[in-house]
C-alpha cells in the first residue's frame, strides 16, 4: 500500500462503477458491487485490492494471487483464484492505468501563491494555480488555469504556459510556449541558447539563437533534460509526446505527436522526427536527419542517416535491426571458428 | 521574423556600414545605402532581410530567395536574383553571425539587483552586474564588471568570476574561478567534489578534493552540464572553449583553447584534451588519456588510448577513421555473402 | 598547496599521531615525532607535506620526490630518497585517504538557518543542520542532526533524511527516505515520477507512481543525476553505493551494497543490481534485468541479458569480456587480410 505520507487515496470504488471509469466490462459471475479499496500488483494485492494481468508471462501469478479483483484481457482459458472479481478490458494495463488514477488523483491545485515567492507585477496568474515557496516568476509570463510551479523553479520572461500545467521543482522556463496538461519534471531547462557558432580559431563566434521552444499539449518531459530554443527557427515538441529524464534536444528539432524517448538520448540540432516514433534509452540522433513516422531505434544507437517511416534501426552507425543481427551473427560464427585449434 | 517578446531588433542598416560591421565587402552593383532591417534564412528572407549562402547545397535556395540583401563567400558563377544587394564575405556564415550579433546584441546588464536576491555583505559585485530574483550570492565571492546572474542560481563561497559573464538560471557553483565573456547555461554545475574514493568492501574511502575547477575566457557551457574540481591538481577549461548540455567533465581534466565538445560527452578523471580539439555527441574518453591538439572523435565513440594530435577517431573502442570503416567494409561483405544460399 | 579560500587545513600531525589515524606502521628508522603540515602528489610535495605512493607506476617520481613524508605498502626494495619519513600500510591508498580526511576534514555544521530559507513551520528539523540561503523545506519533512542543505536547494513534502547527510545546491527532493551520511551533489533529482505509461495513439496513459525513492546510509550521488520513485515498490539504493554524475536510475530499480556507477551511466526500470557491482561511464542497462553480486560491466556498454555474479561484461549489446575481444581480434585480422592486394 502506497506510503500515506506521499499519496492520498480516493475511494473505495465498486467493481461497477470502476468498469465505468476504466471502459470496462464486469467479468460474468462477478458481484457490481463488489468493492474494491486500493490498487497493488499481483503478488502483492489482497482481498480488498485491484490488480491487472496484461502479460501472459505472469499468468502463473495471477492464477494464485490473493486479489480481491483483476483487470484482464478477452482471453479464454484464464483459471481465475476463486472468489476473484474480474473486470474485461481490450487493454488491461492501459484500464488498470485509469483506475489507478482514480484512486489516485493528481493534486488539485488551490491557487496557493506561497508568500516566498516572486511573481512579478506584469506576469498574468490564472485562477486556482499553485505557486510554491521560493519560485520566481519574471515579467510579462502568463499562466493559464490551474497550473502548478514547484519550489524555486523559475518561469522566464515573457513565457506562456497553458493550463493545469505542472513544473517542477527547479526547472527554468526561457523563451517558450508550453502548452495544456504538460508536465515537465525537476530540473528540466527549456529554452536556452542552442549550440550555434562559427567555427573560428581566433575564437568562436556566437550565431544569435532568434527561435523559440514550442512545447504543445499532454507533453511529459523527465528530470533534467534540456530543449534548447531554435536558432531562427522553433524548436516543436509535438502533442502527447513523452520524454523521459536527462534528454537532450537540439535547435530546430521538430518532434511529431505521441513519440517516446527514453532516458540520455539526445537529438542534435534540425533534426525532424514525426508522430509515434520510439527511441530508446542513451540513443543518439545526428543532425539535419529525418526520421519517418513510427520508427523505432533501439537502445545506444546512433543514427547517422535518416530512417524510413515504420523501421526498426540498431547500431552505431544505426542499420535496420535485420542487418545488425545479421552482422552480429555473421561475427559470432567467424569468432568461434577461430577459437577451434583445427581449423 | 524573431518573437519580439524574446528579442529586442536593433537597426536598420545598411549594406555598408554592415560591411563595415562584419568585415565584408560590398558586391559590385549593389548600392551600399541599400537598407537591412533583419534577418533571415533564405527560404524565409523578404525584401527587408540579410540571409547568407555558406554551403553550396542550397545555392538552389539562394537563385531563388527573396532576400533583399545575402551575404556570399568569394565565389563565381553564382546567380543571384535579381535586385539583391550583395556582400562578399571570406567566411560567409561567419560573417553573417556577427551582422546577427548587430541586429539582436546580448542584453546590456544595467546594475539591477533583485530585492529578492541575497548577497552576503562580503561579496564583492563589479559595477553595472544584474543579480535576478532568488540569485543567492555567498561569502567572499567576487564578481567583475557587468555579470548577469540568472534567477535562483548560487554562486559558492569566495567563488571569483570576472566581468561580462553571465551565469544562467539555477546554475550553481563553487571551488571555482571562472574568465571574462563566459557564458554558463541554466544548470550547470561547477566545483563540487569530483568521484574519488578508495575502493573498500567495508565502505568506500573518500578523497578529499582539494583543487579547483578554473575556467578561462569566453567559455560556453550548456545547460546542465557538470565540471568537477579538481582532487589536488584544478580542472582547467581553456580560453574559448565550447561544451554544450548534459556534458561531464571529471576531475583534473585539462581542456585546452578553442574545442568543441558536443552534447552528452563526457571525459574521465585526469585527461588532458589539447586546443582546438573537436568531441562529438555522447563520447566517452576514458581516464588519464592524453588527445593531441586538432584530434577530431566522431560521435559515440568510446576512447580508450591516446589520441595523436590532427586524427580523427572512432567507434568503441576509438581507433583511427579508416580503421574502423575498413572494419565496417569488412562485416558488411562478409555478412552479405552469408546471407547467399548459394554460397 | 590548496587554496585557502575554499578548503580549511587542520594540522600539523606527527608522523606517529598520523599512524594511529590512518592505521598505519612508522616506518623503521622514521622519527615518530617528524612533523607533517600539509598532503600532496609525489610530485609536487615538500618537505612538509605527506604523499603515498600506491602504484609501482610513480616508483619513479617516488625515488626522486621532495616529500618530506610519504605512505608506502609493504614492499621491499624500494629505494626512498634520504631523510624520507615512511608510513607503511597495507592499502597505501586509503590510508592517504584517511589522512588527507585528517588535515581537510568535511565543514562541521554548526546550525545555522539563513533567514532566507523557508521552513515549513510543520517541518522538524535535528540540532545543529545547516540551512543555507533560499532553501525550501516543506511541510512534515523531517532532517536528523548535522545534516547541511546547500543554497537552493528543495527538501519535499514529507521527505525524511538521517544525521550528518549533506544535500548539495539546488538539489530537489520528494517522495523519499534517504540515510545516514549521504552525500547529493549538486542539481541531484530524487523522487519524481518513473516513466511509466500505457502507450495509447489517442495519448499515452500515465500510470500513477506510487512507490518511493529509499537511499541507504553512507550513499554519495553526483551532480545532476536523476533516481525517479518506484510505480509501486520502491527505487532503492544500498548502503555505501557511490553514483557518479549526470546517472539516471529508473523506477523500481534495486541497488545493493557498495556499487560504484560512474558517469552518465543509465539503469532502465526495475532492473535489480547486487553488491558491489563496478558499473562503467554511459553503460546502460536496460530494465527487468539481474546483475549478480561483484559484476563489473565496462564503460559505454549496452546490457541487455542478466549478467552472472562476478562476471566482467562488454559491447553493445554485452558479453563476456573474453567473447568481446575474441570477435574484435577476429574482425582485425579479416579487415587486415582484405586490406593486403596479394590475398
Not at 484464464?78 to 494495463?93: S, T
Not at 502548478?148 to 523553479?153: D, E, F, R, T, V
Not at 522526427?273 to 519517418?292: E, M, N, T, W, Y
Not at 517511416?309 to 543481427?325: D, Q, R, V, Y
Request: aromatic share 6%.
Amino acid at each position: 500500500m502506497p506510503d500515506a505520507r506521499f499519496f492520498t487515496r480516493r475511494g473505495p470504488f465498486t467493481i461497477g462503477s470502476l468498469a465505468a471509469i476504466i471502459g470496462a466490462k464486469v467479468g460474468q459471475g462477478s458481484d457490481p458491487d463488489h468493492l474494491v479499496m486500493d490498487v497493488a500488483p499481483l503478488d502483492k494485492a489482497g482481498p480488498e485490492d485491484l490488480s491487472f494481468l496484461d502479460n501472459m508471462k505472469y499468468v502463473g501469478a495471477f492464477e494464485v494471487s490473493a486479489a480481491g479483483a483483476c483487470v484482464i484481457g478477452k482471453r479464454d482459458g484464464l483459471r481465475a483464484p476463486e472468489g476473484m472479481a474480474l473486470l474485461v478490458a481490450d487493454e488491461p494495463y492501459k484500464a488498470y492505468a485509469l483506475a489507478a488514477q482514480a484512486f489516485y488523483p493528481e493534486p488539485v491545485s488551490t491557487g496557493n501563491v506561497h508568500p516566498t515567492a516572486h511573481v512579478d507585477p506584469s506576469a498574468i496568474i490564472g485562477p486556482d494555480c499553485d505557486i510554491a515557496a521560493g519560485v520566481v516568476i519574471e515579467a510579462g509570463a502568463r499562466l493559464g488555469a490551474r497550473c502548478s510551479i514547484g519550489a524555486n523553479a523559475v518561469v522566464g520572461r515573457n513565457v506562456e504556459i497553458g493550463s493545469d500545467t505542472h513544473i517542477g521543482m527547479c526547472t527554468s522556463l526561457s523563451h517558450c510556449q508550453i502548452g495544456d496538461r504538460v508536465r515537465l519534471h525537476p530540473g528540466v531547462r527549456v529554452g536556452q541558447d542552442g549550440f550555434g557558432f562559427a567555427p573560428d580559431p581566433r575564437g568562436h563566434v556566437k550565431v544569435p539563437q532568434l527561435g523559440r521552444v514550442i512545447i504543445g499539449n499532454d507533453v511529459e518531459i523527465g528530470a533534467n533534460s534540456t530543449v534548447d530554443r531554435g536558432s531562427g527557427p522553433d524548436t516543436v515538441i509535438g502533442d502527447g509526446t513523452w520524454i523521459d529524464n536527462l534528454v537532450q534536444i537540439g535547435h530546430n528539432v521538430r518532434m511529431g505527436r505521441g513519440c517516446i524517448m527514453a532516458g540520455q538520448a539526445g537529438i542534435s540540432g534540425s533534426t525532424h522526427v514525426g508522430d509515434f516514433v520510439a527511441i530508446g534509452g542513451q540513443v543518439g540522433l545526428a543532425g539535419h536527419l529525418k526520421i519517418g513516422s513510427g520508427a523505432r531505434i533501439g537502445a545506444k544507437s546512433g543514427v547517422m542517416n535518416d530512417v524510413p517511416a515504420g523501421e526498426s534501426w540498431f547500431g552505431i552507425p544505426a542499420m535496420p535491426l535485420k542487418f545488425f543481427f545479421r552482422r552480429h551473427a555473421t561475427l559470432t560464427k567467424l569468432s568461434e571458428r577461430k577459437a577451434k585449434p583445427n581449423e
